[in-house]
């Protein structure tokens, strides 16, 4: 867990050092597309692959079996867009530290991979899985 820790709580440390150009950067890549863009999803990319390992060390450390270890790159990438929406709302807030930021994203992947690790998979209800599958046959 600590080098989940820390890799959240030193996105978020790069962010309040460089604020004003991270905002420019995503927001301007959001704007313009083109080739800002493409850099921009290509150093996601890359964050998201680190991440990815960085998650699957920690679960095979953990004793996480193989079929998990394979949702790793989806789960890293939902991390990677969790970081930077909690990153732009905090923009916005002042008197929040980066460490109470970094705290509120660990906390909902921590939980979520720690279940998951224990086993512990969420499958929609009934109802929901028949809308699925409507959506999916439709």
């Given at each position: ?9 030193a996105?978020f440390?790069?962010v309040?050092r460089h604020?004003?150009e ?19 999803e290509?150093?996601?990319?890359e964050?998201a692959?680190?991440v990815t390992?960085?998650l ?18 989806w ?9 930077e ?5 905090w923009?916005?807030?002042?008197g929040?530290?980066k460490?109470?930021?970094?705290a ?10 720690d ?6 998979v ?5 109802r ?8 999916r046959?439709?």
């Open positions: 867990e600590e080098p989940l820790w820390a890799g959240i709580v996105f440390e790069f309040e604020g004003e991270w905002r420019v950067v995503y927001r301007e890549a959001a704007a313009q597309g083109g080739p800002f863009a493409a850099e921009v290509r150093v996601r990319g964050i692959r680190i390992q960085r699957g060390e920690v679960a095979e450390a953990a004793g996480v079996e193989s079929p998990l270890l394979a949702e790793m790159e789960l890293a990438h939902a991390l990677v867009g969790a970081a929406s909690l990153a732009r709302l923009q916005g807030r002042s929040i530290s460490e109470d930021v970094a509120r994203l660990m906390n909902f992947a921590w939980l979520g991979l279940r998951l690790a224990h086993g512990e969420w499958t929609p209800s009934s929901a899985a028949d809308v699925v599958r409507l959506r046959s439709g």
